[in-house]
């Protein structure tokens, strides 16, 4: 039951009412009441003086912002010259060590102050030493491009995507640039290491170029910047994180109305809109758009112009709609739109920014913002580090992990977004390496996970992280708040049967 | 002095399809011998080769001893003497001939000359005399070379009339004076030992008659046997007489017998047999001339041979030492690399004694320096001469009892000897275990059908056996490249990283770290012949074939087949007192019928269709009939013997019937199956997974020895032809198979009581195919078995016609060309049996063999033709556009011959490929691939073809017509045509209307490359102002239609790319390393250069639509 207690009108209407009814509600209530939050100064001015004449103005609180534009993408593309034939991924993985290695031979002789630190190379039996490099898990599960062209070529159907693609036998490599060896270790420690981590690893070298593993050393958490902004940020000033929006996911219109209402502050008493007024900011962290699950066939039908043309047309649609709702929201909140693995964008790490054409409307207002993916952003004086979420869902498929939190944190301590691009998750093949993680972000978040989950983290130099696990929206009807000054988070749930999200002013 | 002995034979693979089973190659008439490898069996029939140089062996040795030290002190380091003492072998144990046996498994078997003899061993009492070497292992696994003393080769004539042993001594006088006028020689005295009349009988023809005299021909060396033979011969060109007897022409008999396989056959010893001396019959040479670690003396007449039969201890493996190894050499840019000036720069090595896991030393030797490799060890030289001399040692210190490697005959031991002899390094060659004995290289050509003209060489090596792994698989396995990638991916299933040898010397002028990169691929390369070794079980199989046919290990892939049916031949027919005669070899012989076939009733049987096979046809047809050289009847014999004692075969031939006489072959061929099925019986009860894999070899060998019988028989060129065998073969195989049909159809039918009329669909060779009518196979299987159990009444044993399997469904598409799911149990199919189609055939590009394959297993597992229909318009509509991966499009063809008659495709694209760049052009011997690309209206496909990797940097629109119409469309019609009404249907229709045009592209720098390009619209014709920078003003509201076009594309290809490049990386076993492998086998290699330049292509498209605003 929706109430507005504002005018002492009830509108109620019941679970089951058709959308329309809804509409039409809506609709009732924004010509009853126009309350137009607004931190855009250029609306036209009558609008404006009718609506001071008659009700109070909230204006939204505004932040300092910089969008970290260039820390994913290069931008603008001078790069016309790219030798395609030189496009390969080792030079991902050199300039991941290249950037980790110094910050592990500290760990290392931070510990050890005495202790010989040697190459792959040199590396000799019943040697002890400390070596630093990259891990290689060797998985027989893992998918194979090779077996899926099999013997004679045959094109089979790509195998299942699979919960997990840990095997009985894993085993582990250990490499720089000059050599690999075998690292010997319970099948414990196996699990717990991934493809892609740079580590330092004090051990013995055993006959037959293997490495016994005694101490595995990780990068651990990275320097905190601070900024003065912060120190600028008098009052509570929210940022909200959403995630899983799937526009065109036929389930979850109503919620998503719900949104767009409450964030534009046409839903809630005074106190609410008050409230919301103090959200500086929207994050939208990917799969906005709704993607059906493809059905698995051996080969890609022969398809007519009109069934691809329909395809197209169909396709379309929830573009357009979300079109359509960021335009709304965008007349009265900025908005950063990350792209997830649904969107319509490319498909590997980084994600480019969602592109202005396919939003004619939406992008008119400045307050649109499409952003690469992973995100990085400061926003009154915290560091926001986020992605869509395809890092933490790749990476749990190839090591046993607690949680996904804990799997989480384990990122910001291995100084990596994600270790497991490229060889399982598909990046970029660029000249360096963009996941490092060389600042600590104040706010982590990770998009499109099974359910809400949040952690505070204090770090060894003063470091204070707020880790976010977004939940899907279109499945937990659910948003996040983080508060810029404390870090604190709550999360709003929409619910349609006992509706009104409880703000957390009015509950604490 | 010794003497090269037996010469290798360089006929290998050419006979390698030649192994006549009973479904191959019959049609031919040519007794299962195709007419291209008529070659073969007269390279077979060349006699060993007397004439060779001969070397002074005393004073080589004296100065091999003093090199030897010199070498090992030079080319060791620090720890080289450690090194040395892991390389060498066990010290032999204290063994003294007085008490001690010497017990040890033989490898191989040669003669040389001994000029002297030796003190209390037969033989003549002075002159060079002959000595059979035997080199082997013993159980503890020191290196023997045994010396056989007293054994003397000989040949036989008949006896003329008149002649006794009173005309011996007169005889042998002339004989000897002939000889000693033809050959002069200071080293004998005499040349012919002795003249002897023995009670003996020919093999060909059946004779009741008592045993008649011949006369046996004793001489003193191996060498005069071929001169003698021809005197006898050939009495009037060398006015030579029998003293008594008029001029004449003698048939002789066995006197082109090689030496070492005489001696093998008279001592009953078989290849890779054990072998005992036992103690007091032998002794220690006093002055050793090889470098094993027991060299004896020993007698021919107290050797004793233990049959691998004997007991489990007689059929074991000892333990040999293997060499695999591998040369990398650095060529100049645009040649292949010449011995004469390319040097050597890196050997890889591995060792490791059989019966263990893992090899013991992996080492590499370079040439400058190279960073350390953990798990083997680099031995880096400053020098080539140096790293020779160092290998040379380390090849000595090792004594390899088998050296294996990847054409190692035909490319890497050539090299090595041809380089050190450029380098004047006298005493690399000389790697045998004769001390004395400098391998040569010899040149031979040879062709065959089968692998086309090559160049072959071959490496003398006393005592080490050569296994070259490309022979072995050449032989055994019809792949559709024998490159060590594809042979590697198909067997191990690993793809191996592949360095083009262009690339090989830039790396070896790189620094340390370059050197070791090539240093890995090298040692990779020595590693996987390891790896197939085991994984193929060669050793076991050839092995268990040398000791079942009886012939030395070298001889298997040196050979041909006929060699081995020869040896037990020999082996039987001593044992009855059978001479064989010794034949001119004759290329010209009457063709005769091969075997029938019942025409095909092409369709789509969706209806168990049952399989009764006649288990080993041909074999157990010679069994029955009792068809043999000894048992065959000449015509107007026959007419004096009664009907009862003979069987006229449908061809017109006589046989006598076993009552009088059992055949020779007939025996051998029991033997051979009986040993087969106790094998088999055997391997059934057996755990140990070691002696599972020695009894499957044998009964492999067996199996295979047995249809090889019926070859010999057949080849015109070979040792022993007998027309009359192989042709009364095939007509009794014509006949049964016309007898089972006659009997099933007119048994199993409804007048009989049955639901259904049965009908003989197809029948080939040895197996009928029966539609009984019931739908189900459990239904099927009973019939069958009853049928075959009917059928078999009718025929005399063994033949025996068993119900094997059942098909159902069936696809029947011509003769030899069928489909079919294959049932042997009620409950569900064992796999899909395909026969003749365009998937196993190797000439055709893999999208063919694809398709087939995806369609088969539409039809026949999912029964679903609609899904087939719709999957084969995808795939043309896909082919059509374009969208299909180029490695699906490429054909493959090699390079065989330097001059073509006419244009033909693959030699004109080489010559193009020349032209651009030299150093990655294809060389003689390599298989060039290439697609065809678009052309001129009626251009020759030779014009039309192009190198895949050219066509991919150019972005060159392929011939998609081409690859539809002459490609797919036979296969496909052939398959589509008894499932569907109008199977043409499928190559018209909507789904060919859209076709890929050729697009402009950044990449293109042909013609267009030169104007200056503007911006077009993306979506009509018109130019672009500078602001826009995608649509024109017209199309704005297609602009994100396009983007998500554009998109998809990018997508997709990101998709591939890191599918691709992280499979390489993976591969390549590095995540640091650039990927440099350039494995043209590779399925993933076009896609992933492919990928590479159309990402880059997509992306830049895509950039077009990010403004900034």
């Given amino acids: 039951m929706i109430k507005n207690n504002d005018n002492d009108k009830n509108y109620t209407f019941d679970d089951n009412e058709s959308l329309q009814d809804l509409f039409k509600t809506i609709s009732r209530i924004e010509r009853d009441e126009v309350n137009y939050i607004d931190n855009d100064g250029n609306d036209q001015d009558d609008l404006e003086m009718m609506v001071e004449k008659e009700y109070q103005t909230l204006k939204r609180v505004q932040v300092p912002y910089t969008f970290h534009k260039n820390r994913f993408i290069d931008q603008p593309k001078t790069n016309n010259t790219i030798v395609a034939s030189s496009l390969q991924y080792n030079t991902v993985y050199a300039s991941r060590l290249e950037k980790l290695r110094p910050i592990l031979l500290q760990q290392v002789e931070q510990k050890y102050s005495e202790i010989t630190i040697q190459k792959i190379l040199h590396l000799k039996p019943n040697d002890e030493c400390v070596m630093i490099g990259t891990l290689y898990k060797e998985m027989d599960l893992k998918q194979n491009i090779l077996k899926q062209y099999a013997q004679d070529r045959a094109i089979l159907p790509p195998p299942a995507q699979r919960d997990s693609f840990i095997g009985e036998g894993d085993k582990l490599f250990f490499e720089d640039e000059t050599g690999r060896v075998k690292l010997i270790a319970d099948k414990q420690v196996v699990d717990s290491l991934l493809t892609g981590m740079n580590v330092a690893i004090k051990g013995k070298g055993l006959l037959g170029a293997e490495f016994e593993i005694e101490e595995v050393f990780y990068p651990g958490l990275p320097p905190q910047p601070h900024s003065k902004d912060l120190e600028n940020l008098e009052d509570d000033v929210y940022v909200c994180l959403v995630s899983g929006l799937s526009i065109g996911d036929p389930n979850n219109t109503l919620q998503l109305n719900m949104l767009v209402d409450y964030i534009s502050g046409n839903l809630g008493t005074s106190k609410d809109q008050k409230f919301i007024s103090r959200i500086s900011r929207l994050i939208i962290a990917g799969n906005s758009i709704f993607k059906e699950e493809q059905s698995h066939q051996s080969f890609m039908k022969y398809l007519s112009k009109q069934e691809i043309n329909s395809k197209k047309q169909k396709m379309a649609i929830p573009i357009k709609e979300f079109d359509s709702i960021l335009s709304e929201l965008a007349k009265s909140i900025p908005i950063d739109i990350i792209p997830g693995p649904n969107d319509p964008t490319n498909s590997s790490l980084p994600q480019l920014p969602l592109n202005y054409c396919l939003f004619p409307f939406s992008v008119q207002n400045t307050n649109t913002n499409p952003t690469s993916n992973p995100y990085e952003s400061q926003i009154g004086g915290r560091l926001f580090l986020g992605t869509a979420g395809q890092n933490i869902d790749n990476a749990s498929r190839y090591m046993i992990i607690d949680s996904k939190m804990d799997l989480t944190e384990k990122t910001l301590n291995w100084r990596h977004l994600a270790p497991t691009a490229p060889d399982t998750l598909s990046c970029s093949a660029v000249d360096h390496d963009p996941f490092v993680i060389e600042q600590c972000p104040h706010v982590y978040f990770i998009g499109n996970q099974e359910k809400y989950q949040t952690k505070m983290i204090r770090g060894p130099n003063d470091q204070i992280i707020r880790i976010v696990l977004l939940p899907k929206f279109s499945e937990s009807n659910t948003i996040v708040l983080v508060n810029l000054k404390t870090l604190d988070t709550f999360p709003i749930e929409f619910n349609c049967t006992t509706f009104f999200p409880q703000s957390p002013c009015s509950s604490s | 002095m010794y003497k090269k002995g037996l010469q290798l034979k360089p006929s290998g693979s050419g006979t390698a399809k030649a192994a006549p089973t009973p479904t191959s190659s019959y049609k031919s008439g040519g007794g299962g011998y195709d007419d291209e490898d008529d070659e073969d069996f007269d390279d077979e029939d060349e006699e060993e080769d007397f004439d060779e140089e001969e070397e002074d062996d005393e004073v080589d040795q004296d100065e091999y001893d003093d090199d030897t030290g010199d070498a090992m002190d030079t080319g060791a380091d620090d720890n080289s003497s450690k090194q040395i003492f892991l390389w060498s072998r066990k010290p032999v144990p204290n063994l003294n001939p007085r008490s001690n046996s010497l017990i040890f498994q033989q490898l191989e078997v040669d003669y040389a000359e001994l000029k002297e003899p030796v003190e209390g061993m037969p033989g003549p009492k002075a002159g060079s005399r002959p000595i059979v070497r035997l080199f082997g292992v013993t159980k503890e696994g020191n290196s023997v070379l045994c010396k056989v003393h007293g054994f003397l080769p000989y040949f036989f004539i008949a006896c003329p009339p008149n002649f006794d042993v009173t005309h011996c001594k007169s005889f042998k006088e002339a004989l000897n004076e002939m000889m000693m006028s033809k050959m002069p020689s200071q080293e004998v005295t005499d040349i012919v030992v002795s003249i002897d009349i023995f009670q003996k009988k020919s093999i060909m023809g059946y004779n009741p008659d008592p045993l008649t005299p011949f006369i046996m021909i004793t001489l003193i060396l191996p060498k005069y046997v071929t001169k003698c033979r021809d005197i006898l011969e050939n009495g009037h060109k060398y006015f030579f007489e029998i003293p008594g007897q008029p001029v004449r022409q003698y048939q002789t008999y066995e006197s082109n017998i090689p030496f070492a396989l005489r001696f093998l056959i008279d001592k009953t010893i078989t290849g890779c047999s054990w072998v005992e001396l036992p103690a007091t019959t032998y002794k220690l040479s006093t002055t ?660 895949p990797l050219y066509v991919l940097e150019h972005n060159i629109l392929l011939d998609t017509q081409y690859y539809l119409d002459k490609q797919l469309k036979a296969p496909l019609l052939r398959i589509f045509k008894p499932c569907l009404p109008n199977p043409e249907a499928i190559f018209n229709g909507e789904h060919t209307r859209t076709i890929a045009q050729a697009t402009l592209s950044t990449n293109n720098k042909g013609f267009f490359g030169a104007l200056e390009k503007k911006k077009v619209c993306m979506s009509c014709p018109n130019t672009l102002t500078d602001e826009e920078s995608t649509v024109c003003k017209n199309c704005r509201h297609r602009e994100p239609d396009l983007y998500q076009t554009c998109l998809s594309n990018v997508t997709a290809l990101e998709d591939k790319f890191s599918q691709t490049w992280t499979q390489c990386q993976r591969c390549t076993g590095s995540l640091h390393q650039p990927v440099l492998c350039s494995n043209r086998d590779c399925p993933i290699f076009y896609m992933r250069t492919k990928v590479q330049f159309d990402l880059v292509e997509a992306k830049k498209t895509l950039d077009r639509f990010n403004v900034e605003w």
């Avoid at chain 2, 087949?561 to 007192?577: C, F, I, N």
């Avoid at chain 2, 080849?715 to 007998?722: D, E, I, T």
């Avoid at chain 2, 009794?732 to 003989?760: C, P, Q, W």
């Avoid at chain 2, 063919?848 to 369609?855: D, F, G, Q, W």
């Fill in chain 2, 288 to 947: 050793p001339v090889s470098t094993c670690q027991i060299e004896v003396e020993t007698s021919l007449d107290t050797l004793i041979a233990h049959s691998p039969d004997s007991g489990e201890q007689w059929s074991a493996l000892a333990p040999f030492r293997i060499l695999s190894f591998d040369i990398e050499c650095a060529g100049r840019k645009g040649f292949f690399p010449e011995a004469e000036k390319d040097p050597v720069i890196q050997i890889a090595n591995i060792v490791k004694n059989q019966g263990e896991q893992e090899p013991f030393i992996r080492n590499i030797f370079t040439l400058k320096g190279c960073s350390s490799i953990v798990g083997a060890h680099v031995i880096p030289h400053d020098k080539e001469v140096d790293m020779l001399k160092a290998w040379r040692n380390f090849v000595i210190q090792v004594d390899p009892d088998l050296i294996i490697g990847y054409n190692i005959v035909n490319f890497d031991l050539p090299y090595l000897i041809g380089r050190a002899r450029a380098l004047k390094i006298n005493d690399f060659a000389r790697l045998s275990r004769i001390k004395s004995t400098i391998s040569k290289v010899k040149s031979t050509h040879f062709s065959s059908s089968n692998l086309g003209t090559r160049e072959s060489k071959e490496v003398s090596m006393p005592g080490r056996t050569q296994f070259d792994l490309i022979q072995a698989i050449q032989r055994d396995h019809k792949l559709s490249s024998y490159s060590l990638n594809n042979v590697s991916a198909h067997f191990l299933k690993e793809q191996k990283e592949d360095v083009h040898f262009s690339i090989i010397s830039d790396l070896q002028n790189g620094d340390d770290d370059d050197r070791r990169r090539l240093a890995v691929y090298c040692l990779k390369d020595a590693l996987l012949p390891v790896k197939l070794l085991d994984k193929l079980m060669l050793l076991f199989n050839y092995t268990e074939m040398a000791r079942v046919t009886g012939v030395p290990l070298s001889y298997l892939l040196g050979r041909g087949e006929g060699v081995k049916v020869l040896s037990q031949l020999y082996r039987k027919a001593m044992k009855e007192d059978f001479l064989i005669p010794t034949y001119k070899v004759s290329t010209k012989g009457p063709k005769y019928k091969g075997a029938i076939v019942i025409e095909p009733t092409t369709g789509f049987y969706d209806v168990p269709i049952a399989t009764l096979d006649f288990t080993s046809l041909y074999p157990s047809i010679m069994m029955a009939h009792n068809l043999c050289y000894s048992t065959l009847i000449p015509a107007e014999e026959a007419k004096k013997l009664q009907p009862t004692d003979y069987t006229l075969t449908p061809s017109g031939d006589y046989f006598a019937l076993p009552r009088l006489k059992k055949g020779l072959l007939p025996r051998i061929l029991e033997e051979l199956l009986s040993a087969r099925k106790k094998a088999k019986d055997d391997l059934k009860n057996e755990t140990d997974p070691f002696k599972k894999a020695v009894l499957d070899g044998r009964q492999l060998a067996l199996k295979i020895s047995a249809n090889s019988v019926y070859g010999f028989t057949g080849a015109r060129v070979g040792k022993l032809p007998c027309i009359e065998i192989s042709r009364s073969v095939t007509s009794f195989g014509r006949e049964m198979l016309d007898t089972t049909k006659r009997i099933v159809e007119s048994n199993y039918n409804i007048a009989n009581g049955y639901k259904h009329d049965a009908v003989i669909i197809y029948g080939d060779t040895d197996s009928v195919m029966i539609k009984f009518g019931v739908s189900t196979v459990a239904e099927a299987m009973e019939l069958g078995r009853h049928a075959s159990k009917e059928v078999t009444k009718h025929f005399i044993r063994p033949i025996n016609l068993d119900f094997e399997k059942v098909y159902y469904p069936y696809l029947l598409m011509a003769k030899k060309k069928y489909a079919g799911l294959f049932w042997t149990k009620p409950d569900t199919f064992d796999k899909m049996d395909v026969k003749g189609l365009e998937n196993v055939r190797r000439d055709t590009c893999p999208l063919v063999r694809n398709v087939v394959s995806v369609i088969l297993r539409k039809l026949l597992i999912e029964k679903d033709i609609k899904m087939a229909e719709e999957y084969t318009k995808s795939i043309i509509s896909d082919l059509l556009q374009n969208r299909l991966d180029i490695s699906l499009l490429v054909i493959t063809k090699a390079l065989s011959k330097t001059e073509y008659k006419g244009r033909v495709v693959h030699n004109e694209l080489a010559q193009k490929m020349r032209a651009r760049d030299p150093s990655t052009a294809p060389n003689l011997g390599d298989r060039v691939p290439y697609v065809v690309i678009q052309g001129l209206k009626g251009a020759p496909i030779y014009e039309k073809a192009e190198d």
